[in-house]
């Protein structure tokens, strides 16, 4: 990665050439923005059978009525159906309200403020806590680290998911450090999924902390891109089977499966974690929505009901990512100024530019009326040490619309390469 | 209240006539339940429309597409709505999920690791935090309090709301009483509304602890079991008037207005708190369900289609009321060993006994398959200092269940005082 740069050689030329381009760029006064992993409104759409559910008859789940109070493990029909899917026994998945980054915050809050099961005192009490951040990885996670005064180390990720040897020497000797962010399946941005080894390896290694949590966020277990449906590695059972049936946090949602405002959420445990999760949840509600639940249950009838929903989406958005890997080779392949992947599933690109020009690629690409996620983003603390690092994120936007801004977005890197090379 | 007992010449007359109605109510089998504040299924049947809302052409709340991420303080139609109805400018209005409980879970917790607005550090950090809590009071305002780590100091509650000169005297010379908890409408349990006078009083009092916060419940704000609407005073325009625009945080819902599990909760707040309390919120949520705002406001219109609907609980929920006022006075009335309110809207009627046999009350109760809510569950802690207080939820069973639990209470009421008597 830090061996992209633009030859010397052809630097004056393509700075030329790419001037031109940019300056075109800025004529056709784009407004485009692939900031976020937002489901486009055709993805969307797909799911507003819900929009009329459960219907005016339907108010029973099992022996339940969803519309009174109650019910803090949620619907059980539609944890029949996620339990298959996320391969989680059914008694160990809660589902909850529309998002599953709340359930995250509900657990490393109740960590900080309680401890967890086989922990001596609140993570608040420590005097430091620390957590490890696989990078590139996704913001919203740092954040929520930040928020809590939990410190971030970072491991690089590989194809098969974050480095375990990394981590497990880390984790080995520092008992400060008190867990760790896995996204296993299509990795938010760079789309790697965790290999069986890797998930073993993570949940027998030896750690310092007798209270290490994995917070496993499986958000896009379902969202495969192609026909080949990537299994996820069994988390918990792994974890279970190796003596350390606590050191797993499942989570997951519907938001990029249905509607992402209005989903249910997921969170896996073993039976220590559950009962400690709500028992402190039950302080704060009497229950999740469980008419959302219903209608939801309804909606996708079985496991298998979910799988042909998610190939929907996938006629819908695998065209986008085509179209990001068709242009990012035909401008960039073979300039030796990126690097990029080419996912099997997921919402992202993680593209890798020449070091020290990301947030000058992400400067052009605004002027030009196309907004990137912000430079720094895939890093804790926003700070990527390479700035190097661009997530792009096709699904929004129309077909169209991606393929000008994966130009326009070729221009800035190249244009942004040749004015390090000449700097 | 202290007062209550059984007259000791008629006590032995009393304890065999009601040993024998006892015998004869355990002889009936019953299996019924007013121990929680929970709706009806017919009184949850009044929103089924909500069950075919939005409809599936209808995503757009203005121009936001309710489906997608987005708009933490929630629907601008919703807020709209209820902004008029609970008194507060519509800026000034968040919009949530299912539940107002997690809206003060969150406050309270974010004010426990980050400290409020005007305040010199996070609670956590101080020796002692307190919270004044007007009894008899709401248990889960209690327990939220409890697992913070917040210690209670009881006030009584009058007529007119919480005993202002109480709780001023409290909080005028002791800093670590950092806020109170008030349920200003029909409170729960014994249906009193704080009075314009309270109000002021509470909004406008010095506090040693610059950051002290009035958690105003207002759960009961429509809840109105007569033609008679009683007014809720403008908590955050008084206080604002008096100077200390921070001091009150208000919380209400939609769960005794639509549906308990699957209704839209709010917080309205000052601006200085409101940007505390987002900023704080984004961290663990991206937005709150807005197809079920939409869903609301679609089915509510407007104010009056609130209030519209709301006249339709009462004609559901004031017969059982004035069954439980009835019945009382029948067995009760003139006896010496209860007194109970009569109120004119929310959830609840406060049964006072012979203190000492609240809980004897209760127990004989259970014995014969009548639930009651457990004692001392409206005291902090669980802990009725005279064990005298007792909270009836009559809104759940129907109208002939609630008949027939009410006559078996009284029966063991007089019976609980005629062992006391002879004690």
Request: hydrophobic share 45%; glycine share 10%; net charge negative.
């Amino acid at each position: 990665m830090t061996s992209l740069a633009l030859s010397p050689d052809v630097a004056a030329s393509v700075l030329a050439e790419q001037q031109e381009a940019y300056a075109a760029l800025q004529a056709r006064d784009l407004s485009l923005d692939v900031t976020r992993g937002k489901p486009s409104p055709e993805q969307l759409d797909l799911s507003n059978a819900l929009l009329a559910l459960p219907g005016e008859g339907n108010v029973r789940d099992g022996g339940t009525d969803t519309r009174n109070y109650g019910g803090l493990m949620g619907s059980a029909a539609l944890r029949e159906i996620f339990a298959e899917l996320l391969n989680v026994p059914v008694g160990q998945l809660l589902a909850g309200g529309n998002g599953s980054l709340t359930l995250m915050h509900n657990a490393l809050t109740f960590a900080t403020l309680f401890g967890v099961p086989g922990g001596e005192r609140p993570w608040a009490k420590e005097e430091t806590v620390r957590f490890v951040c696989p990078v590139p990885g996704y913001d919203r996670h740092f954040v929520l680290c930040e928020e809590l005064g939990i410190e971030m180390i970072t491991v690089p990720m590989t194809p098969e998911g974050p480095d375990a040897e990394a981590v497990a020497e880390l984790v080995a000797s520092d008992p400060t450090i008190k867990g760790m962010w896995v996204v296993p399946t299509h990795s938010n941005p760079d789309g790697a999924t965790v290999s069986d080894d890797v998930a073993r390896r993570l949940v027998s290694m030896p750690t310092a902390a007798p209270d290490f949590r994995i917070m496993w966020d499986n958000a896009y277990a379902v969202h495969h891109l192609t026909d080949v449906e990537t299994p996820s590695a069994d988390a918990l059972g792994l974890a279970a089977e190796a003596g350390n049936p606590d050191r797993v946090l499942l989570f997951a949602s519907t938001s990029k499966i249905t509607f992402a405002g209005a989903g249910v959420s997921f969170l896996g445990a073993s039976p220590a974690n559950l009962d400690w999760f709500t028992k402190h949840l039950g302080v704060q509600s009497i229950g999740p929505d469980k008419v959302n639940h219903l209608r939801h249950a309804l909606f996708f009838g079985d496991a298998d009901g979910v799988r042909a929903h998610m190939r929907q989406h996938a006629e819908i958005i695998a065209p986008k990512f085509e179209a990001v890997e068709q242009i990012l080779t035909e401008r960039l392949g073979g300039t030796g100024v990126a690097e990029w992947t080419t996912p099997t599933g997921g919402y992202f690109v993680s593209l890798d530019v020449v070091p020290g020009t990301a947030a000058r690629v992400i400067a052009l690409a605004k002027e030009a009326g196309i907004a990137l996620t912000p430079a720094g983003s895939t890093y804790p603390y926003g700070k990527d040490p390479l700035d190097g690092n661009i997530r792009l994120a096709p699904t929004m936007p129309p077909l169209e619309d991606v393929k000008v801004a994966m130009d326009g977005v070729a221009t800035c890197v190249l244009l942004a390469a040749a004015e390090a090379a000449l700097a």
